[in-house]
Structure formats: C-alpha cells, structure tokens
T-cell receptor, first 113, second 114 residues
Framework: AQSVSQHNHHVILSEAASLELGCNYS??????LFWYVQYPGQHLQLLLK??????LVKGIKGFEAEFIKSKFSFNLRKPSVQWSDTAEYFC???????????FGTGTSLTVIP | SQTIHQWPATLVQPVGSPLSLECTVE??????LYWYRQAAGRGLQLLFY??????ISSEVPQNLSASRPQDRQFILSSKKLLLSDSGFYLC?????????????FGDGTRLSIL
C-alpha cells in the first residue's frame, strides 16, 4: 500500500531561520505531489503542487519544494521563516492512475519571534 | 467561486447511536469527493472517495459508510457509533481531469462519542 512519511513531527525555529521539512513516499509509479498547510483554527489549504516538469516548484508565501524521484522525496523549504508560518504542514501524494490521496502524519512548525 | 460546506461543526453522540454527516459543494460540477479522519499525530486518513453519483470507494474497512445521492452531496454515515469513531472528520473535493487536482477542504466536523 502507498504511504507517505514525514520525518519531523514537531519543529521549533527562530524567525529568519531556514526551514526544510522532509517528505518521502512509497509508490513505484508516477505520482502527483502536494504540500498543504493548516494554520491554527483554519482549514487545510494548498501550499504548492508538483505534476511534472521542473522538479523545483515554488508555492505561496515563499515556500518551495524539490521532487527527487530517485529518493522518492518531496521536501519543503523556506529560506527564512516568519512567526506567521507557525502551522501544521502536510505532504500528500496521489498516483497518476487512481483518485486516492494519501497524506503524511503532518509536521507541526512553531516559529519563535 | 467554489465553496464546500460541512455540517454540523461539532457533534456529541452516545455510543450505539446513528450518524449522518453531510458535505455539499457549490460552484462546480462532477467533482471528486473525499471523506477523511484527522487525528493528532496521525495526519489525514482517507476513508472514502467518490468519482460520481452512487460511486463509492472505501479505503479502510470500518464502522462507517458513505453515500453520494447527488452530484455535489457526500454523506458519511454509521448505523451504530463506537467510541473509536470519535475524531475530526474532513470533507474535500477536487476537480476531475487527466491528473488528480489539488483538494479543497471543508472546515470539518468534531465528533465526540460518549
């Protein structure tokens, strides 16, 4: 069965620090990849997505993610975090054939001013 | 623009009682629809998804069932709730197309079983 692993469960950073959240998936075929964010008290919203093409994708609010096919990874990065980035981040994978979405367990990010 | 509505926002039910959570989507047609359960430290667990009226796929065998009586309506049900059914339930929709499009989530229902 397909699975998505997010290695960091809880990350605490100071403002202006750089961020990298890991995401690995297990699926042998072609996939589409997503990162979602859930700010406190709000619903899940899309940060960025990868379908094909350039493996480095840019999303909203200065986030980017790099798809490394050989490593089955789709890590999320931001060069300089802000207090407003405090949220829970979810990686998601969907196979190109099929309609299922599989989410990771989430990473809680706390940014200290 | 498209919107997704979930209700109720919170629900407290006794063990053994039935359940019906409703989700409707506006502003789009023929969406893919999904039910998830979100638990702390466990992320989002896909429960059911539907690509059309009357078409339901179950990802995890359990005490719950889903139905899609109309194109933009998705219902999560149970005949007899268990304590383990407590949790936060999310409905989501995505556009159909050659690729699986990003999902759009509702605000969720917090279900507490007593």
């Amino acid at each position: 069965a397909q699975s998505v692993s997010q290695h960091n469960h809880h990350v605490i950073l100071s403002e202006a620090a750089s961020l990298e959240l890991g995401c690995n998936y297990s699926y042998g075929g072609t996939v589409n990849l997503f990162w979602y964010v859930q700010y406190p008290g709000q619903h899940l919203q899309l940060l960025l997505k990868y379908f094909s093409g350039d493996p480095l994708v840019k999303g909203i609010k200065g986030f980017e993610a790099e798809f490394i096919k050989s490593k089955f990874s789709f890590n999320l990065r931001k060069p300089s975090v802000q207090w407003s980035d405090t949220a829970e981040y979810f990686c998601a994978v969907t196979p190109n054939t099929g309609n299922q979405f599989y989410f990771g367990t989430g990473t809680s990010l706390t940014v200290i001013p | 623009s498209q919107t997704i509505h979930q209700w109720p926002a919170t629900l407290v039910q006794p063990v053994g009682s039935p359940l019906s959570l409703e989700c409707t989507v506006e502003g789009t047609s023929n969406p893919n629809l999904y039910w998830y359960r979100q638990a702390a430290g466990r992320g989002l667990q896909l429960l059911f998804y539907s690509v059309g009226i009357g078409q339901i796929s179950s990802e995890v065998p359990q005490n719950l069932s889903a139905s899609r009586p109309q194109d933009r309506q998705f219902i999560l049900s149970s005949k007899k709730l268990l304590l383990s059914d407590s949790g936060f339930y999310l409905c989501a929709w995505s556009s159909q197309g050659p690729r699986n499009q990003p999902q759009h989530f509702g605000d969720g229902t917090r279900l507490s079983i007593l």
